[in-house]
């Protein structure tokens, strides 16, 4: 080969601008190719045996004159040696130069930024990822962790896995780059390592095999729950969110409960907490007793002792009679054919079984004997035969003391003859086709009478009114007596249908006076009668006869008489009078006098008689007419003829004497005084009229005397005053507003004045006329009366 190669040791320059590869400026050699065109590369790589090839500049080298040739490496591993050397090839072969080595060149490492990673791990927890931003000028990365921790995937990297096996503790991860010139400063990150979950597990720790309900607690506020039993079921809660669990253990003996949870820091325990419970097995019933029951029979059925809460039932065929709560029981089935009876109870280990055991039973009918016969009777009275069913065996007939069966005692037909008296039984048992006897004899009541005993004093009320209800009347209880017979007074009968020792007994109004007697009875006849009971019957009084006395009366009719027979048993009467009349005398007697007002009206007069027992029938009704009072009459007078505002009725009066013949509407005076008229019709006379003061001649009425009447009104007592110019003689006259006069002194001497007190007595009140009249004169006063 007619060419050479050589080599100098490269010129490295610094680390490029940006970026983590770096450039060694020119791998530098020589090579001669000695007329020969020579093909010019350097061969480069981490050992001699290179492994790499780059192309030279320049790549072809021709002449004989030695020429330099290099070649630029990029992406070079910093603080990294590399071996290379120049090669060239021609039609003469190849010559390689010598192998030569050479260190890269870097700078330091950039500062670390933030961590970023979990800051609350778990003790014991695996898989938590830290990083870090790529650090410039990083070669590696060194990582420093918490006691205990350690890195588990990418150490050296920006990015690493670390565990906290336990037991770790909080602490600091720091981290920095490592650069071929120099390492970076570093960054930090607080971790608080979180002990781990600590799960309890409250509940019962024994149980009983597929009860359902068991509850199991642990602590609450955690989350991620994981439950887990053996040998049985969660049917209630047991979720990642629920911390209590409801479960049926169905499998008898130790079987567990677990529980796994994330606490507050979201820790896991380390292992989950097991719970044992004794799983106990339910008990088995096993019942005894008559399988094949007749009815009406207390039948006894049992079970294991030693138990508790034994809850027995039948069906609804049956009683349970006795022994509720206890392992037997006592049972009185009502309905044939089949029927069950049910146990439920608690074992010592505190199981029950929750299906009740069923022990099947069929029930057969059993018996009801019924006797028939006499069952009311007389001692001593005769064979009385008494019946029960035929055709069944073992029949048992049996009497009470009074008694004595005489034949036929284990057939279905006895003959008895009772020999003693009061109430006795007769009693028969059986057993029927079916084997079934009836729990006990039926028993029959039979009355065996005696007579009945002598009856006592009956006590009562001994005088009634006639027509008096529910007097009572009494008798000792009569022995032996089923019926009581009594005797009473004529027109006296028993209130009510059911008759005893104490009756109440009602007296008509037609009652007698008699003896009451009373006898007991039963169907052996009667007994000895009660002394008699006299009853004195008071009667009412005698209907009211007819009532005599006027029939026709006026308004304003004083002191008419009525009467009535008198009323036989009658203490008082009753009298009923027509609108405004008035009796005022007699009221309470048979005759009595009426007066009837201005304003009474016609109607009926009645009465009865009464006495301490009542009221008797009313008389019949006495029609009484009262006429009208005629309107008072109004008296005018032309001169002397006087003139009533009446056409028809009139009686004219002068100084309160009738004026015989004066009927007429007019009449004329014929002398001084006072005249008024009454009308009378229908019997009826008016009020008086007005008074009419008529003088025919010679009197003057102006009199020189002075005359003065006081006090007006007054009682009926009054002064009065005259005066005169000489001596006069006076007669004072005092008449009613009927023209009565009712006051009169003839010789009054007035000798200049006189004073004097008039008195008209007990005069009822009204207008009253005075007239003083002297020798010459007549004055009128008058005055009013006020009572």
């Given amino acids: 080969m007619t060419f050479t190669t050589s080599q100098i040791a490269p010129t490295v320059v610094t680390q490029a601008a940006t970026g983590v590869n770096f450039t060694v400026a020119t791998l530098n050699g020589t090579v001669n190719a000695n007329n020969l065109s020579t093909t010019v590369t350097f061969n480069w790589g981490l050992t001699a045996a290179y492994g790499n090839t780059i192309s030279a500049t320049p790549a072809t080298v021709t002449g004989t004159s030695t020429t330099s040739v290099l070649a630029n490496l990029t992406g070079l591993t910093p603080s990294t040696t590399y071996h290379f050397r120049v090669s060239g090839v021609n039609s003469a072969g190849t010559s390689n130069g010598n192998d030569m080595t050479f260190l890269t060149v870097c700078n330091v490492a950039g500062s670390a930024g933030a961590i970023t990673g979990p800051a609350q791990v778990c003790n014991n927890g695996t898989g938590y990822v830290y990083s870090v931003s790529p650090i410039a000028n990083a070669n590696s990365y060194s990582w420093t962790l918490p006691f205990g921790a350690i890195i588990t995937a990418g150490n050296n990297t920006n990015t690493i896995t670390v565990s906290y096996p336990n037991p770790s503790y909080s602490g600091n991860i720091y981290v920095y780059a490592i650069g071929c010139a120099g390492n970076g400063s570093s960054s930090s990150m607080a971790v608080n390592v979180n002990p781990n979950a600590n799960p309890t597990i409250t509940g019962p720790s024994t149980a009983c095999q597929g009860n359902p309900g068991y509850v199991y607690t642990t602590q609450s506020g955690m989350s991620n729950y994981v439950w887990t039993v053996t040998g049985g079921l969660i049917t209630a809660g047991g979720t990642s969110t629920s911390n209590t669990a409801t479960v049926t253990w169905n499998t008898a003996g130790t079987e567990t409960i677990s529980v796994n949870y994330n606490n507050a820091a979201g820790c896991p325990a380390l292992q989950p907490t097991v719970y044992s419970v004794t799983v106990n097995p339910l008990p088995t019933p096993v019942i005894t007793g008559n399988a094949s029951p007749c009815t009406a029979l207390p039948i006894t059925y049992s079970a294991q002792t030693g138990m508790t809460a034994y809850n027995w039932s039948v069906t609804s065929g049956g009683t349970i009679t006795g022994g509720g709560g206890t392992s037997s029981i006592t049972v009185v089935w009502n309905v044939t054919g089949g029927q069950n009876v049910s146990l439920t109870f608690t074992s010592p280990n505190g199981c029950s079984n929750a299906i009740p055991t069923v022990y099947a039973v069929t029930v057969k009918q059993g018996p009801t004997p019924t006797i028939s016969g006499t069952n009311n009777l007389c001692v001593n009275s005769g064979y009385y035969t008494y019946t029960t069913q035929s055709g069944m065996t073992g029949y048992t007939w049996s009497v009470s003391s009074g008694g004595v069966i005489l034949y036929g005692s284990t057939t279905n037909v006895v003959t008895v003859n009772w020999v003693a008296s009061g109430s006795q039984t007769i009693s028969v048992n059986y057993t029927s086709s079916n084997g079934c006897t009836a729990p006990s004899p039926v028993s029959y009541p039979v009355t065996v009478n005696s007579l009945p005993g002598a009856a006592g004093t009956i006590t009562g009320t001994a005088e009634v009114c006639a027509g008096t209800s529910g007097v009572a009347y009494s008798v000792a209880p009569i022995q032996n007596a089923t019926n009581y017979v009594w005797t009473l007074p004529p027109g006296a009968i028993i209130a009510g249908t059911v008759v005893s020792n104490s009756i109440t007994v009602n007296f008509s109004a037609n009652a007698s006076s008699g003896n009451i007697t009373v006898v007991g009875n039963n169907i052996c006849g009667d007994g000895t009668v009660s002394p008699p009971f006299a009853v004195t019957v008071l009667p009412l009084p005698a209907p009211a006869g007819t009532i005599t006395g006027p029939a026709t009366v006026c308004q304003g009719d004083m002191g008419k008489v009525y009467k009535v027979p008198p009323i036989s048993g009658a203490t008082s009467y009753t009298w009923t009078l027509p609108t405004g009349a008035t009796a005022?005398?007699?009221?309470?007697?048979?005759?009595?006098?009426?007066?009837?007002?201005?304003?009474?009206?016609?109607?009926?007069?009645?009465?009865?008689?009464?006495?301490?027992?009542?009221?008797?029938?009313?008389?019949?009704?006495?029609?009484?007419?009262?006429?009208?009072?005629?309107?008072?009459?109004?008296?005018?007078?032309?001169?002397?003829?006087?003139?009533?505002?009446?056409?028809?009725?009139?009686?004219?009066?002068?100084?309160?004497?009738?004026?015989?013949?004066?009927?007429?509407?007019?009449?004329?005076?014929?002398?001084?005084?006072?005249?008024?008229?009454?009308?009378?019709?229908?019997?009826?006379?008016?009020?008086?009229?007005?008074?009419?003061?008529?003088?025919?001649?010679?009197?003057?009425?102006?009199?020189?005397?002075?005359?003065?009447?006081y006090p007006v009104p007054n009682e009926g007592q009054f002064n009065v005053s005259i005066t005169t110019a000489s001596a006069e003689i006076f007669s004072i006259r005092v008449y009613n507003d009927l023209g009565m006069k009712i006051y009169e002194e003839a010789k009054v001497d007035v000798n200049g004045s006189l004073q004097k007190v008039i008195d008209l007595g007990p005069v009822p009140g009204g207008v009253y006329t005075i007239i003083f009249e002297d020798s010459q004169n007549q004055v009128v006063k008058k005055i009013v009366v006020n009572k």
Wanted: hydrophobic share 30%; net charge negative.
């Fill in 584 to 709: 005022v005398s007699g009221s309470n007697s048979d005759s009595i006098t009426v007066n009837f007002s201005n304003s009474a009206s016609s109607g009926d007069i009645t009465v009865y008689g009464s006495n301490s027992c009542g009221k008797g029938t009313a008389s019949p009704s006495f029609v009484v007419t009262v006429n009208p009072k005629p309107p008072t009459p109004v008296v005018t007078n032309t001169g002397t003829t006087l003139q009533s505002s009446a056409a028809t009725g009139n009686q004219w009066y002068f100084q309160g004497a009738l004026i015989m013949g004066a009927t007429g509407q007019t009449y004329v005076a014929t002398q001084d005084g006072y005249y008024w008229d009454v009308v009378t019709l229908n019997g009826c006379p008016s009020d008086t009229s007005n008074n009419k003061l008529i003088l025919t001649t010679g009197i003057n009425p102006h009199s020189p005397a002075v005359i003065s009447v």
